[in-house]
């Protein structure tokens, strides 16, 4: 299963000839929906779901995601599935099971909104925009690093509370140079410590995941 990053919090699967993309919001490129056979949403932010975007694609994408995000693509010709905390089901080859219901708290005049996280073949998770813990081993961890709603402990703690074998930055596009600087930094510090690939993949890189 390789494993590309797309803008800031927009991640594709590739494997056996079958695409899954992950949250291409407005600030991933628009080339990563291409040639896909499904997508997982987390949730309804914009740097995660891009509507336009989707109104563009072929009618016979399947879309996974939260009551929300649902309502909000009631208009766009895609088929959309709705899935909360709890759920199992497989799509284009990939085994999908869910974790997680609600966006980690943000701005105090903003409301809390549904967040769906996502564990891929009993993989690789992808939390969205929540410390979400799943009740299950993480071998590889999506990592979100910077947000409004999220500090430095916090991630570092959420890293030793998972304990993956891989993690992967995400949800990194609010980091100037210098930033994504110092946020190697602190992964490199992070890995080392625990002994694991802890780093970020650049914009179009790519890993390939057991």
Known sequence: MRLIKYGHACWRLEKDGKVLVIDPGIF???EALDGADAV???HQHADHLDPDRLRSAPADLEV???EAVAQELAEVPVKVRTVRHGDAFEVAGFGVRTFGEWHADNHPDMPVVENVGFMIDEELFYPGDALTVPEVEVPTLLVPTTAPWLRLP???EYLRTI???RAYS???ALY???GLGLLDTWLKLEADKQGADIRRVPVGGSVDLP
């Open 64 to 66: 996974w995601t939260c």
């Open 40 to 42: 997982l949403i987390t």
């Open 176 to 178: 100037s140079e210098v």
């Open 28 to 30: 991933s490129e628009v």
């Open 163 to 165: 304990r993956p074998a």
């Open 170 to 172: 995400t949800h990194d």
């Open 154 to 156: 916090a991630m570092v």
